[in-house]
């Protein structure tokens, strides 16, 4: 069955860096598009960032646009995420998906999601 | 960027009873419509996509019903595990991909 797990979020600083990592297994990681999409506490959902199966596209939400690079290792069945210039309202669960359908635009499958925590 | 709109913010019904739950975009979509399920502590999990196709291993009780603007998630008879979270979201022009604010299912 699909599995993704994430990991790598923890505490960091205002204007720090941190990398998260999704770890895939039951599926053929290098045809899937992959998203990341972020949940503020108590808050609703919002995606964050997609990739191509292939890393040749790659689209950002404005909000993270320049400060947040989503990229993919496909011998290694990973996706990344590595956010710089942290602010506190990024902190959030956040979430690695599938993107299902023809154009990667349905979030079938879902990681059980890794906290970040934005704070001095 | 679409705008989903959901009503109501929250629902209060009992075991057994129907719900319906909708969600409404401020343009078209077409029927690029997915429906997810959030439980306290849990990840989404997908519910329905294009508007109206269940995903794997979703009950039958379980329908999604629209297309352009108007969407609705119904709930035929509430099981007690249906309570939850449950969110619209839009693949029709993007980026970004959209959510509604979501819907809070809650026994009455």
């Known amino acids: 069955q699909v599995q993704l797990a994430e990991s790598g979020g923890g505490v960091v600083q205002p204007g720090r860096s941190l990398r998260l990592s999704c770890a895939a297994s039951?599926?053929?990681?290098?045809?899937?598009?992959m998203h990341w999409v972020r949940q503020a506490p108590g808050k609703g959902l919002e995606w964050v960032t997609i990739?191509?199966?292939?890393?040749?596209?790659?689209h950002y939400a404005d909000s993270v646009k320049g400060r947040f690079t989503i990229s993919r290792d496909n011998s290694k069945s990973t996706l990344y995420l590595q956010m710089n210039s942290l602010r506190a309202e990024d902190t959030a669960i956040y979430y690695c998906?599938?993107?299902?359908?023809?154009?990667?635009?349905?979030?079938?499958?879902w990681g059980q999601g890794t906290l970040v925590t934005v704070s001095s | 960027e679409i705008v989903l709109t959901q009503s109501p913010a929250t629902l209060s019904l009992s075991p057994g009873e129907r719900a319906t739950l909708s969600c409404r975009a401020s343009q078209s979509v077409n029927t690029y419509l997915a429906w997810y399920q959030q439980k306290t502590g849990q990840a989404p999990r997908l519910l329905i996509h294009d508007a109206s196709n269940r995903a794997t291993g979703i009950p039958a009780r379980f329908s999604g019903s629209g297309s352009g603007t108007d969407f609705t998630l119904t709930i035929s008879s509430l099981e007690p595990e249906d309570f939850a979270v449950y969110y619209c979201?839009?693949?029709?022009?993007?980026?970004?991909?959209?959510f509604g604010q979501g819907t809070k299912l809650e026994i009455k």
């Open positions: 039951g599926f053929t990681f290098s045809s899937y598009g």
């Open positions: 990739i191509w199966y292939d890393g040749s596209k790659k």
């Open positions: 979201q839009q693949r029709s022009n993007w980026p970004p991909y959209t």
């Open positions: 998906a599938r993107g299902g359908g023809y154009d990667y635009g349905t979030f079938d499958s």
